[in-house]
RNA sequence: GCGGGCGUGGCGAAACUGGUAGACGCAAGGGACUUAAAAUCCCUCGGCCUUGGCUGUACGGGUUCGACCCCCGUCGCCCGCACCA
């Protein structure tokens, strides 16, 4: 980042009665300052309330980005400002530090995992205390430290022990030239983005945490959590995807299949539509669908074209509908001369209910797509309330809504609702093969989280295969299953698995050789419970019961809308699973919850087109002529395309890093700008002119301050009541009150509106203290009001508030210091303001008492001459008066 | 494809959740100070016509005394989709 000059020089000389502020020997004194008087280090055994707040820990990817340092700053400030309201806060940081870029930066730069990782930690820990957080680094800790996973292995062995883990097969991405498994970022156009080989799909058995056992809680406990967006509820709701429905099995027509096969069991949650069924739809990976493949090969090589798919369901779901006729037909449940085909379909999954639909095309539009394609029947059952059964059709928009039975036999005229039950209990007594045909059943969306990842850099699952006593729990006593060090990535696939010897175990058992699980956990296992470890982050144990349940839930957690569904609900079912294995006593890990924005910045780029190059900012120089922007080379002087305003990424080279910005202009300057202007829930866009903007205020604020401060220090805060520094007081105690609501609502942008608004208050009367002599009553006041105004932004610029603090002469720390009180008789007015309106539109003003009665306000509101103008002499038809807000006369 | 969200001046936004649309800031323009520049300070700033008014919150409808806010529909952009973190 390269910054005009004369922002970089920060003068010795004394220009007038103050000098510049310099971020750069201040920032550090004060850090230094805080470091030593342990004052964010916080005690487990405080009396006081507690409050906890924790911002989503940081993946150690090398350096802090911009979103990091406005997701930080924002927690800060909520712990700044908890603090100073009186509360024993915990605030604490971290690293989510296993994962896949270690494992690509060891086979691109032949680094080992461990030391790319604790080197970019070293780096992002520094970048971080820069940044001034008032964090308690003594509880700092990495997933990656053994003494964290170690921990983490013990709860697995705890789940274990519950059953609440499992093994089953399940499919992977699998590379077949690389010979490993493949994340789903990893498959580009169905092909392995390092080989390019078509990427195939492998069954593997493989390790699962059972949150579907906590289905029904995870979803009814969603309406107790009403300090959460209601976006992230309802993003969950729809995820775990409760459905009240039916199994319905539909008999086979003739006698060639196999027993197994003489039904097939279809779930539904529209049996209502059952005569409009006009195809069943089966998984790929059906048994019906395997058994069909043995000996037909068009079947067989349509199921191995879905299957390599990949595994993704957005892959899955954009792909184009397709199926294939198994030849099998099936008796419609209420018509058994009725014969219905029976397709595989590429849009139906195996781990979805039971893996085979009934189509019924007038009521669902993937249904009638996939109807018009094979040429199969489409029958309307459902009509809107209030059509005409006679000329209802649908054509290319199937109907999906709810209304009245039609072409549906005893069904007609029923309510889609009626239709339901009626269909369900007629199937439920009804019997087929000695079992009732269909069931009401309750089903969800959301399936077992599938833990195994075939990696070296994660938490190793600590089981022993044996081949005499099977899958043998590794004995607590002999964790942790460490990783080893002394592996390599010359050759594709897990180094835990071609390692020489560490595979190499005795069964705990029977003592005879075993080998070790080379599985390691998904990371997403270890982020679901580090908030509970930083309670006690060093005790033996994985937590303290006791203390963890004294500082949990987070009251306020922040991070990206991102993890919105997974990282949210795994660290939910976590929180229960501790709960059923006696670590803690509660189910819900965050009351509170807010998602910021990211961070955004326009794009530059050379050469237009296809084959253009991205350009970082600091390379740019921006020109301005006639209302239009152009973008140059700084060094050439070439001209660049302004691309569009994306989110920062390596890719298009549009990030601004904080370590310059902080170097340039200070951490405050950066934690400023990051929270104002924007909501914090929405994007932010990043400009240079923005982080001037913050800084100039920065410098406002302690010129402003510095040279009012000699007639300032030697006098005692107090208010006035009356007389010339009552507005003074007035400014400050009314921005008081409102910047207390804004911190509290998390609304940083507003707070910042309302410190900008008492600096424009206090300009004037700091600037005349300045230079004349004001007297004391003058000076206590504005004293007092300069106290206010550092206290309000020191959460947000709290080097600068130190700074500013000492220099008014006020003693101790601003970080230590209590939240200051509001006095009611300084915020409210006597009078008020009212628009008046004429016939909803505003023609004028209204300022009377505030105390004044309805009929006053009426009175008064028809004396004024535009209101009496606009009756002509007429009666109005009515006047609304809502007290303290507007009156609106209709005529 | 499914799910979720967003859309207000040249730009970021505010509007106490149905009550003055545009607070505050950026950019721009004008002025003061200065030998000059920077910094600083003052003024203007949604659009259209004439002081006063008309119009305006993506677009089209609706409810209401009153709609950025609630309802229905349309368009555009963004995020998530289970092995990225």
């Not at 979805?352 to 996939?370: H, K, M, V």
């Not at 059709?393 to 109907?399: P, S």
């Not at 080893?484 to 990535?489: A, L, T, V, Y």
């Not at 007092?784 to 700074?803: D, G």
């Amino acid at each position: 980042m390269k910054v005009a000059p004369k922002f970089l020089i920060y003068r010795n000389s004394r220009i007038m009665a103050s000098e510049r502020y310099n971020p750069r020997d201040a920032e550090p004194r004060w850090q230094a300052e805080w470091n030593e008087r342990e004052i964010f280090k916080t005690d487990n055994d405080d009396p006081r309330d507690k409050y906890y707040v924790l911002e989503m820990f940081p993946y150690p990817s090398g350096r802090i980005h911009m979103g990091h340092v406005r997701n930080y700053a924002m927690g800060d400030v909520v712990a700044r400002y908890k603090r100073a309201r009186g509360y024993n806060v915990l605030h604490p940081m971290g690293w989510d530090a296993f994962g896949m870029p270690a494992e690509n930066a060891a086979m691109q730069n032949k680094i080992h995992p461990k030391e790319w990782t604790y080197a970019n930690i070293a780096t992002m820990r520094g970048q971080l205390k820069s940044m001034g957080l008032s964090l308690d680094w003594s509880r700092e800790f990495a997933t990656c430290d053994v003494e964290y996973y170690q921990r983490q292995q013990s709860l697995f062995l705890d789940f274990l022990d519950k059953g609440l883990v499992y093994r089953k097969q399940s499919k992977v991405n699998w590379d077949p030239v690389d010979q490993t498994v493949l994340a789903n970022e990893q498959v580009i156009d169905g092909r392995g983005w390092r080989s390019g080989a078509l990427v195939e799909q492998r069954e593997l058995t493989q390790w699962f945490f059972k949150i579907t056992d906590f289905s029904q809680d995870l979803l009814d406990s969603l309406d107790e959590l009403d300090q959460w967006p209601e976006k992230v509820r309802l993003m969950q709701k729809n995820w775990i995807g409760r459905s009240e429905g039916l199994t319905l099995r539909w008999e086979t027509v003739g006698n060639e299949l196999p027993e197994e096969f003489r039904d097939v069991t279809v779930y539904t949650t529209r049996p209502d539509t059952l005569f409009g069924a006009s195809f069943l739809a089966i998984a790929a990976d059906h048994p019906l669908a395997k058994y069909v493949a043995a000996s037909n090969p068009a079947v067989a090589d349509f199921a191995e074209e879905c299957r390599r798919a990949g595994t993704s369901l957005a892959a899955l779901e954009t792909a184009e509908k397709k199926g294939m006729d198994t030849g099998v037909k099936v008796r419609h449940p209420f018509d058994s001369s009725w014969e219905i085909p029976v397709y595989i379909a590429n849009f139906v999954l195996m781990d979805y209910g039971t893996g085979a639909i009934f189509g019924c095309p007038s009521g669902d539009q993937r249904d009638l797509d996939f109807a018009r394609k094979y040429d199969l029947p489409v029958v309307p059952v459902v009509m809107p309330e209030g059509g005409d059964a006679a000329s209802f059709t649908v054509g290319d928009t199937a109907y999906d809504g709810d209304g009245v039975m039609i072409n549906s036999r005893f069904l007609d005229g029923k309510s889609t609702t009626d239709a339901f039950q009626e269909v369900a209990d007629r199937l439920s007594a009804t019997l087929l093969g000695g079992k009732p045909q269909a069931e009401r059943k309750v089903n969800f969306r959301l399936r077992d989280w599938g833990i195994s990842r075939q990696r070296y850099w994660g938490c190793p699952i600590p089981v022993i295969h044996c081949d005499e006593c099977g899958v043998v729990p590794v004995p607590k006593k002999d964790l942790p299953v460490q990783l080893p060090d002394d592996i390599n990535f010359d050759k594709p696939g897990n180094p835990l698995d071609r390692h020489p010897t560490w595979r190499n175990v005795k069964c705990p058992h029977c003592g005879k050789d075993a080998r070790r699980e080379t599985d390691t956990m998904d990371t997403f296992v270890d982020s679901s419970w580090y908030f509970a470890r930083f309670t006690a982050p060093h005790a033996d144990e994985p937590v303290i019961t006791a203390t963890a349940d004294a500082w949990l839930p987070v009251d306020q957690y922040i991070g990206g809308i991102e993890h919105a569904i997974l990282h949210l609900l795994y660290s939910r079912f976590f929180t229960r699973a501790m709960r059923e294995t006696g670590h803690v006593n509660l189910k819900e890990p965050f009351k509170g919850l807010f998602t910021q924005g990211m961070v955004v910045h326009e794009t530059y780029k050379l050469d237009d087109g296809a084959n253009g190059t991205w350009v970082q900012p600091s390379e740019i120089r921006l020109e301005e002529t006639d209302g239009v922007r152009r973008a140059f080379l700084a060094e050439s002087g070439q001209e660049v395309t302004i691309g569009s305003i994306e989110k920062m990424s390596k890719s298009k080279k549009n990030v601004v890093d904080p370590d310059d910005i902080i170097a340039s202009y200070g951490a405050d300057t950066a934690r400023f700008f990051m929270l104002s202007d924007s909501p914090p829930e929405r994007d932010v866009i990043w400009t240079e002119a923005g982080v001037e903007a913050a800084h100039r205020f920065v410098q406002r604020i302690w010129r402003l301050v510095s040279e009012a401060a000699p007639a300032l220090r030697g006098v005692k805060a107090a208010p006035a009541e009356s007389g010339e520094a009552l507005p003074v007081s007035q400014a400050a105690h009314k921005a008081l009150l409102a910047v207390a609501n804004d911190y509290d609502r998390l609304g940083f942008n507003k707070a910042v509106a309302r410190v900008y608004e008492l600096v424009n208050a206090l300009a004037a009367p700091l600037t005349k203290a300045a230079n004349e002599k004001v007297d004391e009553a003058y000076a206590s006041a504005l004293r007092e009001a300069t106290q206010i105004l550092v206290q309000l932004f020191a959460p947000i610029m709290p080097h600068l508030a130190e700074e500013c603090w000492k220099e008014i002469g006020c003693t101790g720390l601003i970080s230590d210091a209590p939240w200051p009180a509001y006095l009611e008789s300084l915020v409210v007015e006597n009078t008020v303001t009212l628009p008046v309106q004429v016939n909803g539109k505003k023609r004028g003003e209204l300022t009377i008492a505030r105390d004044a009665s309805q009929s006053d306000v009426e009175a008064a509101v028809l004396a004024l001459d535009f209101v009496t103008s606009a009756l002509a002499g007429a009666t109005p038809k009515k006047i609304v008066v809502v007290p303290q807000r507007i009156v609106n006369v209709v005529v």
